[in-house]
């Protein structure tokens, strides 16, 4: 097809040659500038689901530390109430 389509562009010398060239250009442009929104697209949608990860381990991080600051609260209640149990802490034996 861009052969028939130059041997007509020949015909009309260095101006139907220059117009090709433009022409070309302008669709070659057109289809890079469809890939880039594409691709910018395509960074936002990542970028929401990034956000949403990093609240999700934020969030799940925090719970982790209140369960443990819980936990560790109710064993030093418990050994209140039995002073002659050893405190056990799990990363000492570790």
């Known amino acids: 097809m861009e ?11 260095a101006a139907g040659l220059i117009a090709w060239m433009w022409l070309s250009e302008r669709r ?3 289809k890079r500038e469809q890939q880039l929104t594409e691709s910018h697209d395509q960074l936002r949608t990542q970028r929401i689901a990034l956000d949403q990860l990093v609240a999700l381990v934020t969030d799940n ?10 936990q560790r609260a109710l064993l030093s209640y418990l050994h209140q109430l039995q002073p002659s149990a050893p405190l056990q802490d799990d990363r000492a034996a570790a």
């Open 61 to 70: 991080t925090r719970a982790v530390a209140s369960l443990e600051s819980g």
């Open 28 to 30: 070659h442009a057109a």
């Open 3 to 13: 052969q028939d389509l130059m041997n007509l562009v020949t015909q009309f010398g």
